[in-house]
């Protein structure tokens, strides 16, 4: 049974430890949030000890892993000081996106759990769900074929006016992992955005990448539109198919080139995903599974290395905004964690 | 009826030519192509007489309406007709290049013939509903607008690098451009065969009304599935269109319903076939009625075509192109 705490106990805090608390493979032993009236309540909500100093509640509980759910500037600028607090006191860490608002910290903190042989995930959850992973394994059997093009979209309603880059920084974090995760890694890029009208950030945004494969890539980002209807949609097209993801979990499609028949596989209502939050308990449990199972700290799924290589993408975002042009990604922040084959025969499917 | 012809049996000319056929506003007294078994072909299917040279089946059939497909020096034949006074309708590319295609959209149309470009994607009751709600202003202030568009292989794939942009891709912004109005600047990234021709592309735009848009064409997918998706998104409402006309969606943000327009099997759009009939008609039809001068599609075409070179620029170049108007 792992010992796990949380640090931050804002909404996404508390959602975690109901969830820690809820998995058979761990134990929730305490949380911690500066704000002691936001400690306090929810210490007793669970019916664990509370502290508003993490590392004294480090010290005190010598938990095995820790759930990061700070926030800040850019949803972001929290995330580091916490995760370098508990990753000093020796525990694994599951840390909110983005894995930090700047990358310089970001660096650090992957830098350091790699030096301390520490798991380091972050809660990129939108593609911990079966119809994520059944997309992914019919990439890696080559079922679409090589991938030419990709179109990804993602919108929520967030009328926070925090700063110009908080649409960027705070939502891609997500799709720019599902587009990795499917295509691989992203070489170049290109963005368009907008301001919608009355906000002062760039809420609404057209990006175009071109992945390290040379198949392209497109996504569609807005902080303008109030949820209810489908919000996430990810396609990839390939030489021979092309797979549609919709909303994350609840219907993903194959149409091969050489059949008429398209294969579709819908979310049952009996044991399958819920709702949202069941992205947030699947990308909990599978960290849990990976440390109980004792997965090295290189190989498990959705690791904090991963986050900073999408940061790096969003960063060529923002460059390619200042310029004008279109920007390179930086090479150093590829991680080679979601390479595929394709199908291609001599290849693992990874 | 409208005397009319077809020059040029590629695949859209013989669909001209069938929808020429089908429709009683329409004589279809002629049809030319150079491979002749080609033109044997559709004219024994049609029951039409075919010429061997665009100049007999002028003499000889004595035309009103042309329709115009691929062929070579396109241009040069149109630009002739058009000072004959035969009224042009054009598949795309009107021209090999933007700027011949200004040229002929130039002309007086006092004294010639009338230019009009396909444009066959238009003539679809989703396209007109999807129209509808957003120049009524129910999608609210507008934020993005994407538009997928793609198939197999055409015929005349392999004689122009950019035949995907020059052909799809103007069909692609025209749609675009009839939500958005103006594309003024692009960057696409794109994807080449080994003989170094364009198969597919993700081009990202800058709208003159405010909105980013993006647009995703390819030659390696297939007929058989579902080829063309355009989603418009404003402040108040987003709008869908699935697979040319099978179904216009509009989801307002705060309504949990959604309305959905889905194409009806009685009196609805049969096949994408009848998209290029309706377009045909209506040309004919205002040739009949004398107010062709209002069918602007020529001047479109040449928008497009300015929009899809500054987007091939880009992928050649590695550049942000400014479109020229
Ligand atoms: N994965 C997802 O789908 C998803 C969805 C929404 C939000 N999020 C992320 O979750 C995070 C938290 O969101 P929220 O809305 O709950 O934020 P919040 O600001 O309401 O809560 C953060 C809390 O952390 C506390 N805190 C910060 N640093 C601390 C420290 N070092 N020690 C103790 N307490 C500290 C703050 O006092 C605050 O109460 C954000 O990073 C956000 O990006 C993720």
Redesign the interface.
Known sequence: MLRTCVIGLGPIGNRHADIHQADPLATLVGVCDWNPERAEAAGKRLGVPFFTDAAKMLESLRPDMVSVATGGHEYGSEHAAATMVALEHGCHVLCEKPISNELEPARKMVALAREKRLCFAVNLNHRFTPACRHARKWLAEGRIGIP??M?M?M?I?NPRESSPWFHFKALHPHTIDIMRYFCGEIE?V?????K??GRSIWS???????FKS?????L?G?Y???R???MERAEV???RG?ILLEDMFKELTL?P?DS?E?IVVTNPIIGGMGDFTDTFINRIHNFFVELTGGVPHDRIDGQAADALAAQAVIDANIRSMRT???ERVDPGSWTGNYDLSYGKPGHSPG | MVRTVVLGLDEVGREYARASKRDSASNLVGVYDPDRARAHRLGKELGVPIFDRPEELLEVAKPQVCVLSALEGKETLASDLLSRGIHVLSTLPVAPDAEQCEKLAARDSEKNGILAADFHLRFTPAMDKAREWVSGGEIGSPLFINMNLWRDVPDRHGDNPYHLFVSLGAHGVDVIRQFVGGVERVQCFGVRDKNGIWTSAQINMMCSNGAVGHLTISYEMVTHHPIARCEIAGSRARVVIENVYEDATLYVHERPEKLVLTNSIFGGIPQLSETWFRRLHEFLTSVQKGNLARDTTAVDACAAARVMEAAYHSAERGSVEEVES
Request: charged content about 15%; proline content about 4%; hydrophobic content about 40%.
């Open positions: 030419r093009f179109n979209a919108w309603g170049a290109h963005a368009f955005a907008i919608a009208p609404t945004a057209q990006f175009n990448f071109r040379g198949a392209t890539g497109h569609t807005s303008d539109i109030m209810g209807h489908p097209g390939g030489t092309r149409f080139h008429s398209k004008g042009k279109v």
